[in-house]
């Protein structure tokens, strides 16, 4: 049956909303169908509109604008033309509040000027927009959101994400300086736009005006216009509702609390997909199906919702009212807390208008997916605190320019030292940029992201990057990212690399912490690794023997994975930050202060020689020592200093796999796929791959493969592969349990890959009985290089040469009772 | 102030079980007329609307409109601690932050003392209007109970035709369809399970039967009710008690385009 759950309406309820009460609209349709002006076969139309005038026409006049602000904007950017980037905005809010032609001509003004102006610094063109071409390359995108590639990112094809983010370093810093002048440009000629808001001074923000700037962001992939849509809202925040420039933040980056408070949204899409069910009444099934068609939650509740007629109508959703639910659900926990978060959600849903029901499913599932990063929104915060002076039209333009760029670098650097809006925010509120600086600085018990080194493909390319400065070459472990933090009430903690807090994962660190400061600190920051141990060959394990190890309720006396702490750097001592100083001041500093303890606690192995040859010594060295290679890092100068959360030229690692000679490719069969979700709807998000072997003709599940494909590969590969849609699998392909794809393949396509490591799987059976009885080997990091067309499935890497690139890897033997449960792979 | 003394407690408890599944919090509106509530569940599909008029109570005094929100889960927990026979009182101060329940058993040898905890609750007053529905069917309740409990089975939403000859109860789902039809009957004899039909205008419609199952949990309370139907507006569904009433509004399910 096909069905519809219409909501709950007689008329509306204050005489506000009458367009016409429900009687009336019967007796017109009545009338209609007596005088047959309509045709008498149309009633479910009239059913559905009839209750809802007003609601219908509000959002019909939406739609409209919508159309319209999106048509003009099509002609904007087939006009190619940058700097005209303000104008759909307008349009948006020419639909939302009334139409001023005055502004609008003003506007249209600047739009000339402002070209001019552009057109005289047109050198900085071309690379801007080659930049962003990259940034708009699925793969490189920190945008993109699709778990798979999330997940693969990380490690997936370091060199290119780590040359993406130098361009993308260089091309935000244009950006912010066009930015600012085009801000600048804007305020000194006095255009008041700002007052077109949809609130008034004093209220709460509508969760809707919210919705109107990301559905604005959302449809450009331009930065700077991203930037531009942002700072505007956030001065109408900050002009109008101060208090809620916090949780405007959060909701703009998606976030509950600071990471290390560990609060985080990401319901399951079966629990909203129920909400919506239960919300609408629409059958499970059709919402399914529609999932699976669109691939969106957000806009399948949106539409689940828009045919919807209402008439006692709910109120407004508020940004404090949205958050603090969001908040709820997420930190909601036990008995029957799912039907509590269904019953939640239901109440947000419910109430959204328009665009809204998207944004919060969006929200809710803990991905935004609307190309806002956060260094846009830090920026964009910087910006409007400037712009949101009292006196800002008497400052000259140059000056204002000037400001704008350096309050950005501000805010940004002192959001890397203390990554807590909770504190910042407030600060700039109180205390402008000034005050935000004196008021925030680097504090034990707030985790910092570490700084990051760029990877590099040869010892070579140490010696092009640092001719003639002084550096020094540190082991690379293979573990744990670990900062410990000691507060000055000799508390202390460990943040992961992700500013989660570990110290439940690592109680007997915990324990063993106060040896290994010396008497004359009372707080510091260590910046370590955390390694897995063999306390009997005194020697390192290598990362997999880490991750068995618990996270959570870890109890001292269960620990069976030792782990040793190797200190490479420290940031903060006795209430002063050292993040200035150069790393050789900082070494001193940290061997001063802190004593080894043999395989507790030891400070990174180092070099400083500038030889190539000992260079190279000391990397095989690292690896005989079961690290991962080398860190070189700047020793001296003001280069020396510690980047939090940067990519930095000014520490570079070099790694076993990436040197030329390791990690020759190998040719996989495809046997399945999984349906794509998020950017790749409509196609296959990603692919599981089998090698082949010819003594028993089977076909042997490897990985999981979701990296490497360019959005045109992935198009080609579902063209193909649609073709050789098998109902089941083969019965010669030997499977994992846990290797269930969408759809299955007969085995044609053969795939070359490349990978980090090869590892033992209990998931997979690639080679199973060659190395381990009952375990297979899989692959670390797969990614996708080209489409072998001259190989056959037969010809594919056998099980034998898996085995033997296995064993070839120069990693500690894992006992295959320290591999369980350890799985290599990520899901989708 | 608030004072009212319900001679059969049970009642109150019948009333939350009829309620207290559709909706979680809401106010209990006290006036001299009596206590009335009027709450929607939280999809805004379906409006609970109660009526205890101030006869049914012995005594009762209200010398001033009063609100009272409460968390309907809790007070049914209170209320599970009072005997079916037992004499409710229930008291409230103009000012005062809870509400106050005392059960008296029968021979007036155990009083217990409650105090509930009230709150804020943020709700605006709808307006339903007077409608004259087209049809209007007076049926017993338990019959009306099983019907949407044996239709349940098969599908989630029930298609209600009403004709002269009576009234007809379909659903049709994947493992396959059903159909109740009770006729229109004057049996004399056994009043309860008369079906009567009132009818201007033929009607069909479709609702949801997760809701309407639920508005059956008012069944104990009266041995008949009323399905009062229109082509575009709610559902009414009521159950009459010897003073007040519950009322259920259900919107009906609209066809799907996709």
């Known amino acids: 049956m096909s069905l519809r759950q219409s909501r709950l309406s007689f008329g509306p309820p204050k005489p506000a909303l009458v367009a016409s009460t429900a009687n009336s609209d019967k007796n017109e349709a009545k009338v209609n169908k007596d005088a047959g002006s309509e045709p008498t076969s149309k009633p479910s139309e009239e059913k559905s509109k009839t209750p809802s005038n007003d609601v219908e026409m509000e959002e019909e006049e939406t739609v409209r604008g919508g159309s319209k602000s999106k048509k003009r904007e099509r002609r904007l950017v087939d006009s190619d033309d940058e700097d005209t980037a303000q104008e759909p905005t307008n349009a948006a809010e020419e639909t939302k509040v009334h139409a001023s032609t005055q502004e609008h001509r003003e506007e249209e003004l600047a739009t000339t000027t402002k070209k001019l102006k552009l057109d005289a610094a047109s050198p900085k063109k071309p690379k801007t927009q080659a930049i962003e071409k990259i940034s708009q390359n699925p793969l490189t995108t920190p945008e993109v959101t699709d778990d798979l590639i999330e997940a693969a990112e990380k490690e997936e094809a370091e060199l290119q994400a780590a040359q993406a983010d130098d361009i993308e370093q260089a091309a935000e810093a244009v950006e912010i300086k066009q930015a600012a002048a085009k801000w600048a440009d804007m305020f000194s000629r006095s255009s008041d736009n700002l007052e077109a808001a949809s609130w008034k001074k004093g209220e709460p923000v509508p969760y809707a005006a919210l919705c109107q700037t990301f559905e604005l962001i959302e449809a450009t992939p331009k930065r700077l216009q991203i930037l531009d849509y942002l700072v505007k809202f956030l001065i109408q925040v900050i002009k109008l509702s101060p208090e809620s420039l916090l949780t405007v933040i959060y909701l703009s980056i998606n976030k509950l609390c600071p990471e290390y408070e560990g609060l985080e949204l990401g319901i399951g899409e079966s629990l909203l997909l129920k909400a919506i069910a239960e919300s609408t009444g629409r059958e499970m099934k059709k919402i399914k199906a529609d999932y699976a068609e669109i691939g969106d939650l957000g806009i399948v509740a949106m539409n689940s919702r828009s045919n919807q007629p209402t008439m006692f109508k709910p109120k407004a959703l508020t940004i404090p009212h949205v958050f603090k639910t969001l908040k709820d659900i997420a930190s909601l926990s036990g008995n029957s807390s799912q039907k509590q978060k269904v019953d939640k959600i239901k109440v947000l849903l419910v109430s959204c208008r328009n665009k809204e029901a998207k944004f919060l499913m969006r929200s809710l599932e803990g991905k935004l997916r609307i190309g806002l990063a956060e260094r846009t929104v830090v920026v964009a915060l910087a910006q409007a605190i400037v712009l949101s002076r009292p006196d800002i039209k008497k400052i000259s333009k140059d000056k204002l320019q000037h400001e704008l760029e350096q309050a950005a670098d501000v805010v940004k650097s002192v959001y890397s030292e203390l990554p807590c809006y909770d504190l910042i925010v407030p600060a700039l509120l109180k205390g402008d940029i000034k005050g935000l600086q004196e008021a925030c600085k680097l504090t034990p018990g707030i985790p910092l992201k570490p700084m990051l080194a760029h990877p590099t493909k040869a010892l070579t390319d140490i010696l092009d990057r640092f001719e003639n400065i002084a550096f020094t070459c540190e082991y690379k472990y293979d573990g744990e990212r670990a900062q410990i933090h000691k507060l000055d009430d000799g508390s202390m903690r460990i943040y992961s690399r992700n500013s989660e807090n570990m110290s439940a994962k690592y109680p007997d660190v915990m324990e063993r912490l106060v040896k290994f400061a010396k008497a004359n600190t009372r707080s510091f920051v260590l910046d370590c690794e955390a390694v897995a141990w063999d306390r009997e060959q005194k020697c390192i394990l290598p990362f997999q023997v880490l991750s068995t190890r618990k996270r959570k309720d870890v109890k001292e006396e269960d620990i069976k994975v030792q782990v040793c702490i190797f200190a490479f750097d420290l940031l903060y001592l006795n209430g002063e930050s050292l993040l200035r100083e150069p790393l050789s001041k900082r070494r001193e500093l940290l061997l001063d202060h802190f004593n080894e303890v043999d395989g507790e606690f030891a400070f990174a192995k180092s070099m400083n020689s500038t030889q190539i040859e000992d260079i190279q010594i000391f990397l095989d060295q690292s690896v005989t020592d079961n690290c991962e290679g080398l860190m070189v890092k700047t020793l001296d100068g003001t280069e020396a200093s510690y980047e939090p959360s940067k990519r930095s030229r000014n520490w570079l690692k070099v790694k076993k796999d990436y040197l030329a000679g390791v990690g020759d490719s190998i040719d996989l069969v495809v046997i399945g796929a999984y349906i794509g979700k998020g950017k790749r709807t409509g196609v296959y998000g990603g692919f599981l791959l089998a090698c082949y072997d010819p003594d028993r003709e089977e076909y042997q599940s490897i990985c999981k493969i979701g990296t490497g494909f360019s959005e045109q590969d992935l198009e080609d590969h579902y063209k193909e592969l649609k073709e050789h849609v098998i109902p089941a699998p083969r019965s010669y392909y030997i499977l994992g349990e846990g290797n269930r794809p969408d759809v299955w393949f007969a085995p044609e396509k053969v795939w070359e890959i490349k990978c980090a490591d090869l590892s033992i799987s209990p998931v997979y059976k690639a080679a199973i009985g060659i190395v381990d009885a009952t375990k297979g080997i899989s692959l670390r990091f797969p990614r996708f290089i080209r489409l072998r067309e001259d190989k056959s499935p037969e010809s594919a890497t056998s099980s034998e040469q898996i085995a033997e690139m296995y064993k070839d890897q120069k990693l500690n033997t894992v006992k295959s009772d320290m591999s369980k449960g350890v799985d290599m792979d990520f899901d989708y | ?258």
Do not use: W
């Open chain 2, 1 to 258: 102030m608030l004072e009212a003394r319900l001679q059969t407690g049970a009642l109150l408890k019948k009333l939350l079980e009829a309620i207290k599944e559709l909706i979680t919090d809401a106010n209990f509106d006290c006036s001299d007329n009596g206590i009335a509530l009027q709450a929607m569940d939280n999809s805004h599909v379906a409006l609970v609307a109660l009526l205890l008029r101030h006869d049914g109570f012995e005594p009762y005094r209200c010398d001033r409109s009063l609100a009272l929100g409460v968390n309907l889960l809790s007070l049914s927990k209170v209320l599970r601690c009072a005997g079916n026979d037992d004499i409710i009182t229930l008291k409230a101060d103009d000012t005062a932050d809870v509400l106050s329940l005392t059960f008296e058993n029968t021979d007036n040898d155990r009083i217990s003392e409650y105090e509930l905890k009230l709150m804020d609750i943020d709700s605006e007053h709808l307006g339903i209007p007077d409608t004259q529905y087209d049809a209007v069917v007076s049926m017993s309740s338990a019959e009306f109970m099983r019907i949407c409990k044996d239709l349940q089975v098969l599908s989630d939403s029930v298609q209600i035709d009403v004709t002269k000859e009576g009234v007809k109860f379909a659903a049709k789902g994947e493992l396959g369809s059903g159909a109740v039809t009770l006729k229109q009957s004057a049996n004399v004899d056994k009043e309860d399970d008369a079906t009567l039909i009132e009818l201007q205008q033929n009607v069909s419609l479709n609702f949801s039967l997760k809701y309407l199952v639920n508005f059956t949990k008012a069944t104990p309370l009266s041995t008949r009710v009323t399905l009062s139907m229109s082509g575009e507006v709610p559902l009414l569904v009521e159950y009459k008690m010897e003073a007040g009433y519950v009322r259920y509004y259900l919107a009906p399910k609209i066809g799907e385009d996709n």
